[in-house]
């Protein structure tokens, strides 16, 4: 069947007969919150967004050596990663393709075969039938064995980061991720060496919707100086001036949903140095605050791997925080500290389905290849106070996006409210903005651009036009 006529038999209502274009309105842009609960909605983005998108699986550092593998999720579908003997990385369907059980149990780990514990069918590295208990005895001669290996993702790797996609006829990696590789490339390919994972991701369940913290960082940097408010105790800045929150910093969307918050650091070493409009040279700015994941040690192969044009914008609007679209997210940027300096952190993110109102936040935490055991107990301590599960920024928002898919369910919330995304800043580009960093930029006082730009490419998918 060709793409258009398999768009044309894709059916464009709920089965109450909502249609599900109507649960977005494009001229008042806003969005139904009938999608942050909907079980049929769900079923819908496992089908047309989950199985036909790039999705992060880990990290190449995570299994260095042949044989090493990790456990994942594409959607609810659980997946192996595995590095084959050649050296090569393999995602596969985690589920025997005799009865279904799944392959492989255990969340990392090393083989040289993947066994399933149920009748004992074997596979390769590559997901091909390797053999099973009383094979001559149970299959007559000729049984096709080829067809019955593991099934296979495709399988791409940027600055270190695996993805994968179900989807043979989609896009390539490199078209995917678009302009958007220009901003991955100053946050995770800043030295020669490459970046590494410190420890394993760190995994923890929210009772919420995976949208609702998807589309936030899909740009939304107007909730910071509120819910975040207590991080204004730890640094001097000032609670009513949206400077000091980011309120001015740039946003960039691209044309497949991704985005970034290019933060001021130019703002941010005002404040910790009180310099005013009179900055150190770049040298003097890369000494006080090194790009995240990056030792002071190290700064000379920076500069080495990296222009100056590149270490000037890294050091005045470095790319902070953002999404991978449908469901990933980066963050590279200084946490406030409870005692000292700010302290970096350089991650990415996933947040994984599990249901309607579920979600698996998984976050790994990178640091240079190399780097000295006292600047990754420095990275060590600045995440876990400010990110992931005891993290009081995740605390923070831990809260609200519950409540907003419970919110959600209710039948007066579906009839009378929507998520509004009025406010919007257009395409500017600041003064002296590099031509080389691409995307949709929006300079000024943040708006909604990128998330609005978010929504758009996720009904595309889910009315099935893309």
Same mark, same amino acid.
């Given at each position: 069947?060709?793409?258009?006529?398999?768009?044309?038999?894709?059916?464009?209502?709920? %089965?109450? @007969?909502?249609?599900?274009?109507?649960?977005? $309105?494009?001229?008042?842009?806003?969005?139904?919150?009938?999608?942050? %609960?909907?079980?049929?909605?769900?079923?819908?983005?496992?089908?047309?967004?989950? !199985?036909?998108?790039?999705?992060?699986?880990?990290?190449?550092?995570?299994?260095?050596?042949? @044989?090493?593998? #990790?456990?994942?999720?594409?959607?609810?579908? /659980? #997946?192996?990663?595995?590095?084959?003997?050649?050296?090569?990385?393999?995602?596969?369907?985690?589920? +025997?393709?005799?009865?279904?059980?799944?392959?492989?149990?255990?969340?990392?780990?090393?083989?040289?075969?993947?066994? +399933?514990?149920?009748?004992?069918?074997?596979?390769?590295?590559?997901?091909?039938?390797?053999? *099973?208990?009383?094979?001559?005895?149970?299959?007559?001669?000729?049984?096709?064995?080829?067809?019955?290996?593991?099934?296979?993702?495709?399988?791409?790797?940027?600055?270190?980061?695996?993805?994968?996609?179900? $989807?043979?006829?989609?896009? =390539?990696?490199?078209?995917?991720?678009?302009?958007?590789?220009?901003? *991955?490339?100053?946050?995770?390919?800043?030295?020669?060496?490459?970046?590494?994972?410190?420890?394993? /991701?760190?995994?923890?369940?929210?009772?919420?919707?995976?949208?609702?913290?998807?589309?936030?960082?899909?740009?939304?940097?107007?909730?910071?100086?509120?819910?975040?408010?207590?991080?204004?105790?730890?640094?001097?800045?000032?609670?009513?001036?949206?400077?000091?929150?980011?309120?001015?910093?740039?946003?960039?969307?691209?044309?497949?949903?991704? =985005?970034?918050?290019?933060?001021?650091?130019?703002?941010?070493?005002?404040?910790?140095?009180? +310099?005013?409009?009179?900055?150190?040279?770049?040298? $003097?700015?890369?000494?006080?605050?090194?790009? /995240?994941?990056?030792?002071?040690?190290?700064? %000379?192969?920076?500069?080495?791997?990296?222009?100056?044009?590149?270490?000037?914008? *890294?050091?005045? %609007?470095?790319?902070?925080?953002?999404?991978?679209?449908?469901? @990933?997210?980066?963050?590279?940027?200084?946490?406030? *500290?409870?005692?000292?300096?700010?302290?970096?952190?350089? !991650?990415?993110?996933?947040?994984?389905?599990?249901?309607?109102?579920?979600?698996?936040? +998984?976050?790994?935490?990178?640091?240079?290849?190399?780097?000295?055991?006292?600047?990754?107990?420095?990275?060590?301590?600045?995440? =876990?106070?400010?990110?992931?599960?005891?993290? &009081?920024?995740?605390?923070?928002?831990?809260?609200?996006?519950? !409540?907003?898919?419970?919110?959600?369910?209710?039948?007066?919330?579906?009839?009378?409210? =929507?998520?509004?995304?009025? !406010?919007?800043?257009?395409?500017?580009? /600041?003064?002296?903005?590099?031509?080389?960093?691409?995307?949709?930029?929006?300079?000024?006082?943040?708006?909604?651009?990128?998330?609005?730009?978010?929504?758009?490419?996720? &009904?595309?998918?889910?009315?099935?036009? #893309?």
């Amino acid at each position: 069947m060709s793409n258009m006529s398999q768009q044309r038999s894709l059916r464009s209502t709920l %089965s109450d @007969g909502t249609l599900i274009a109507s649960l977005i $309105d494009r001229e008042r842009r806003e969005i139904s919150p009938r999608v942050f %609960s909907d079980p049929e909605v769900y079923q819908l983005e496992m089908e047309r967004l989950f !199985s036909r998108t790039w999705n992060i699986v880990g990290h190449a550092s995570e299994i260095p050596n042949p @044989g090493d593998f #990790v456990t994942r999720t594409i959607g609810e579908d /659980p #997946v192996i990663v595995v590095r084959r003997r050649d050296g090569e990385i393999e995602c596969l369907l985690n589920m +025997c393709s005799h009865r279904g059980a799944m392959v492989v149990r255990e969340e990392a780990g090393n083989a040289n075969v993947l066994r +399933c514990i149920y009748h004992g069918w074997i596979f390769n590295l590559d997901g091909s039938v390797r053999g *099973m208990p009383w094979k001559d005895e149970m299959y007559p001669p000729g049984t096709d064995f080829e067809r019955l290996g593991l099934t296979k993702a495709r399988v791409e790797v940027y600055a270190g980061i695996i993805f994968a996609n179900w $989807d043979s006829s989609a896009p =390539s990696l490199d078209d995917y991720l678009g302009e958007y590789k220009r901003y *991955m490339d100053l946050i995770f390919d800043k030295l020669p060496g490459g970046m590494e994972v410190l420890g394993t /991701p760190q995994r923890f369940i929210v009772d919420a919707n995976w949208k609702t913290v998807s589309e936030q960082f899909g740009g939304d940097a107007y909730h910071a100086g509120q819910l975040h408010r207590d991080l204004g105790k730890l640094i001097p800045a000032d609670p009513s001036n949206p400077a000091d929150w980011h309120m001015y910093a740039t946003k960039v969307s691209t044309d497949n949903g991704h =985005s970034i918050i290019c933060m001021d650091q130019t703002r941010i070493i005002q404040i910790l140095t009180g +310099c005013g409009d009179n900055l150190p040279s770049l040298n $003097d700015r890369l000494e006080m605050l090194p790009p /995240p994941g990056v030792p002071r040690e190290m700064l %000379s192969e920076l500069k080495k791997h990296r222009t100056v044009e590149e270490l000037e914008f *890294m050091m005045s %609007s470095p790319p902070g925080n953002g999404s991978i679209f449908p469901c @990933g997210g980066v963050w590279n940027m200084y946490n406030p *500290m409870a005692e000292g300096p700010p302290g970096p952190f350089l !991650s990415f993110r996933t947040y994984l389905p599990a249901g309607p109102d579920k979600f698996e936040f +998984c976050m790994w935490t990178l640091v240079a290849k190399g780097a000295s055991e006292e600047y990754r107990r420095l990275v060590l301590r600045s995440t =876990s106070f400010v990110q992931g599960a005891g993290g &009081f920024v995740e605390g923070d928002d831990g809260a609200t996006w519950p !409540s907003q898919t419970l919110a959600s369910k209710g039948y007066m919330a579906r009839k009378t409210q =929507s998520y509004k995304y009025w !406010s919007m800043t257009g395409e500017h580009k /600041p003064k002296g903005w590099p031509d080389a960093m691409g995307g949709h930029v929006h300079g000024g006082f943040s708006r909604d651009d990128p998330q609005w730009n978010w929504w758009q490419r996720y &009904f595309e998918r889910l009315e099935g036009k #893309v």
